[in-house]
């Protein structure tokens, strides 16, 4: 079933503001941390992610995240193993010099700043602590290194960093004098979860499947009408059935960079949680309309008069009963999505409205040569790393990881990309890839699939199944670069683009082709195919 021209304005506009912002990234959400800081003797160990288990009066609490220091004890990889101590905030809370709080055989608690944290962990030592917590005054996990000749070496007693909002916690719990109990250990994450496997077969998957989408949902009836339609010489009706898409222009691939650097660095300066939430409507259209287009053109698959039963209602005038209550079911859904999208199952409608939205995007826009697609994505090549890799330089962080990570929207996140739990790691989170690193690399995907049909080439004589390989060979290096750079969030496109656009290239060099690919015209294309089956369905000559 082909999607209605009224869809197509409302797809052309959604299609241009999801392109505004899209997120071209695969990151985990978790902290990580490079050992990037000086080190030093004493002052060499590599920062570990930590769980802060707690108990007021006997019942446990929620467990918080913190991150150890470079030097001083190293944390037990086992709950069983870590101790079990009572919480002392130390007196000065900054804990600078001698406290005056009782610390012998406690966890010491003190606050960031006026001293360095080994000064801090010094004094805790001195008193007897066995370890120290040092609430940041920043949600963020801060690396605590060493100055040089800081005496780190005679630091015996373990270190660890929590969030200002972690510290907040134990505060409201240790008021009153109520008793709490904290245990340190820092258990180790699996080399591979299993969500990367998962996340790369969806990936894979949504862009096979949006290419081969208008095939498999095709009708025999549909075909028939065509081909019936070109016997005929019925040029219009054919150039109807063809029209509904939009052609991505050089001029729109170039200026998409520009347009997506503003609308990003909007996002990280004015990053709120209405911002977000208008972002969350956006991308609940966009997934109704991806929906809704989807389950409909499958149900024309299987019976193609259940779709042309009609009802006219006031506003909405002629409409399809099927389509109306498929409409119905997809409001419905993505209303649950929204009012669940903070459980820890929430990523299942995320991801289903995410692939929806795609499948429909790829289905609407489309490259009409390889002239057009090096253009948009050397465009979006430079874009990724340039917001991934460079803007620290000017913005003293990464802008696509802190937009991506949803910083300063109020706990809400940004909902433009796939995501998947870690499903064996002790620390949870989540996996994720972007959705600009699917549809860019689908669009061209898309294309050699045109250019093949065109040509009538099939198999490996073909470009399609070489590119999908070489998007999942990508793929597969975005998370191999992620695993060897810690989680630290990857430009997926840096990977995704040699591997699709690079492959294309060369296998049309090799074929002597490259000219035919970089200047192929869709429209004639189909034209000529049209004439040749109006030729071979003609009746012979008397």
């Given at each position: 079933?082909?999607?209605?021209?009224?869809?197509?304005?409302?797809?052309?506009v959604?299609l241009?503001?999801?392109?505004?912002l899209?997120?071209?990234?695969?990151f985990a959400d978790?902290a990580?941390?490079?050992?990037?800081?000086?080190k030093s003797?004493?002052?060499?160990?590599?920062?570990k992610?930590?769980?802060?288990?707690n108990?007021v009066n006997g019942?446990?609490?929620?467990t918080l995240?913190?991150?150890s220091?470079?030097f001083?004890a190293?944390?037990?990889?086992?709950a069983?193993k870590?101790?079990?101590?009572s919480?002392?905030?130390?007196?000065p809370?900054t804990g600078?010099?001698?406290?005056?709080?009782?610390l012998?055989?406690s966890?010491?608690?003190s606050?960031?700043g006026?001293?360095?944290?080994t000064?801090?962990?010094?004094?805790?030592?001195s008193?007897g602590a066995?370890?120290l917590?040092?609430i940041?005054?920043?949600e963020?996990?801060?690396?605590?290194g060493?100055d040089?000749d800081?005496?780190?070496?005679?630091?015996?007693?373990?270190?660890?960093m929590?969030?200002?909002?972690?510290?907040?916690?134990?505060k409201e719990s240790?008021v009153g004098?109520?008793?709490?109990e904290?245990?340190?250990y820092?258990?180790?994450?699996?080399?591979?979860?299993?969500?990367?496997?998962?996340?790369w077969l969806?990936?894979?998957?949504?862009?096979i499947?949006?290419?081969l989408?208008?095939e498999f949902?095709?009708t025999?009836e549909?075909d028939?009408?065509?081909?019936e339609?070109?016997?005929?010489?019925?040029?219009s009706a054919?150039k109807?059935?063809?029209?509904e898409?939009?052609d991505i222009?050089?001029k729109?691939?170039?200026?998409f960079?520009?347009t997506?650097s503003?609308f990003l660095?909007?996002l990280?300066?004015?990053?709120?949680?209405?911002?977000?939430?208008?972002?969350?409507?956006?991308?609940?259209?966009?997934?109704?309309q991806?929906m809704h287009?989807?389950?409909v053109t499958?149900?024309?698959?299987r019976?193609?008069?259940?779709v042309?039963?009609?009802?006219?209602l006031?506003?909405?005038g002629?409409?399809?009963?099927?389509?109306l209550?498929?409409?119905?079911c997809?409001?419905?859904?993505?209303?649950?999505?929204?009012?669940?999208?903070?459980?820890?199952?929430?990523?299942i409608g995320?991801?289903?409205l995410g692939?929806?939205?795609?499948?429909?995007?790829l289905?609407?826009?489309r490259?009409?040569?390889?002239?057009?697609?090096?253009?948009?994505?050397?465009?979006?090549?430079?874009?990724?790393?340039?917001?991934?890799?460079l803007?620290?330089?000017?913005?003293?962080q990464?802008?696509?990881?802190?937009?991506?990570r949803?910083d300063?929207?109020?706990?809400e996140?940004i909902?433009?990309l796939?995501?998947?739990?870690?499903?064996?790691d002790?620390?949870g989170?989540?996996?994720?890839?972007?959705?600009?690193?699917i549809?860019?690399p689908g669009?061209?995907?898309?294309?050699?699939?045109?250019?093949?049909k065109?040509?009538?080439?099939s198999?490996t004589?073909g470009?399609?199944?070489w590119?999908?390989?070489g998007y999942g060979f990508?793929l597969?290096?975005?998370?191999?670069?992620?695993?060897l750079?810690d989680g630290?969030?990857q430009?997926a496109?840096l990977y995704l683009?040699?591997c699709?656009?690079?492959?294309?290239?060369?296998?049309g060099?090799?074929?002597?082709?490259?000219?035919?690919?970089w200047?192929?015209?869709?429209e004639?294309s189909s034209?000529?195919?049209s004439s040749?089956?109006?030729?071979?369905?003609?009746?012979g000559?008397?």
């Amino acid at each position: 079933m082909a999607i209605s021209s009224r869809s197509i304005s409302f797809l052309g506009v959604l299609l241009f503001v999801s392109f505004f912002l899209l997120i071209g990234l695969s990151f985990a959400d978790d902290a990580s941390h490079d050992d990037a800081s000086p080190k030093s003797p004493g002052c060499d160990r590599p920062y570990k992610l930590v769980k802060v288990v707690n108990w007021v009066n006997g019942v446990e609490g929620e467990t918080l995240s913190g991150l150890s220091a470079r030097f001083g004890a190293v944390l037990p990889l086992e709950a069983e193993k870590g101790l079990r101590l009572s919480a002392v905030f130390l007196n000065p809370l900054t804990g600078c010099s001698s406290s005056s709080s009782k610390l012998s055989g406690s966890i010491a608690v003190s606050i960031r700043g006026d001293c360095t944290y080994t000064a801090k962990a010094e004094v805790a030592q001195s008193g007897g602590a066995q370890a120290l917590l040092v609430i940041n005054d920043k949600e963020a996990l801060a690396e605590m290194g060493c100055d040089k000749d800081s005496g780190a070496s005679n630091i015996k007693i373990p270190v660890v960093m929590i969030s200002k909002s972690a510290g907040e916690y134990l505060k409201e719990s240790m008021v009153g004098g109520q008793k709490v109990e904290i245990k340190l250990y820092a258990p180790t994450r699996p080399v591979v979860d299993f969500s990367v496997v998962f996340l790369w077969l969806m990936s894979v998957g949504t862009v096979i499947s949006a290419t081969l989408w208008s095939e498999f949902t095709a009708t025999e009836e549909s075909d028939k009408h065509y081909n019936e339609l070109s016997s005929k010489g019925n040029s219009s009706a054919v150039k109807e059935e063809e029209q509904e898409h939009i052609d991505i222009t050089a001029k729109s691939a170039v200026g998409f960079v520009f347009t997506a650097s503003t609308f990003l660095v909007l996002l990280y300066f004015f990053m709120s949680s209405w911002f977000v939430w208008l972002l969350i409507i956006l991308f609940c259209l966009g997934g109704v309309q991806g929906m809704h287009n989807c389950i409909v053109t499958l149900i024309a698959r299987r019976c193609r008069d259940c779709v042309e039963k009609k009802v006219n209602l006031p506003l909405l005038g002629e409409t399809s009963i099927v389509s109306l209550v498929v409409c119905c079911c997809c409001l419905a859904f993505a209303i649950v999505w929204i009012v669940n999208r903070r459980t820890s199952y929430s990523w299942i409608g995320q991801d289903i409205l995410g692939i929806c939205l795609m499948i429909t995007v790829l289905q609407v826009a489309r490259l009409p040569n390889i002239k057009v697609a090096a253009v948009l994505l050397c465009c979006a090549f430079v874009y990724d790393i340039f917001w991934v890799f460079l803007s620290p330089i000017i913005f003293h962080q990464s802008v696509m990881i802190a937009v991506a990570r949803g910083d300063n929207s109020g706990g809400e996140s940004i909902p433009m990309l796939l995501r998947v739990p870690r499903f064996s790691d002790p620390w949870g989170g989540y996996n994720m890839i972007g959705f600009g690193d699917i549809l860019f690399p689908g669009l061209l995907v898309s294309f050699t699939r045109r250019y093949d049909k065109a040509n009538k080439k099939s198999g490996t004589n073909g470009y399609f199944p070489w590119l999908v390989i070489g998007y999942g060979f990508g793929l597969f290096l975005t998370y191999l670069g992620l695993y060897l750079m810690d989680g630290h969030g990857q430009p997926a496109l840096l990977y995704l683009v040699p591997c699709t656009l690079g492959v294309c290239v060369i296998f049309g060099l090799v074929r002597g082709e490259i000219k035919e690919l970089w200047s192929f015209d869709p429209e004639s294309s189909s034209s000529s195919s049209s004439s040749s089956s109006a030729t071979r369905n003609a009746p012979g000559d008397a």
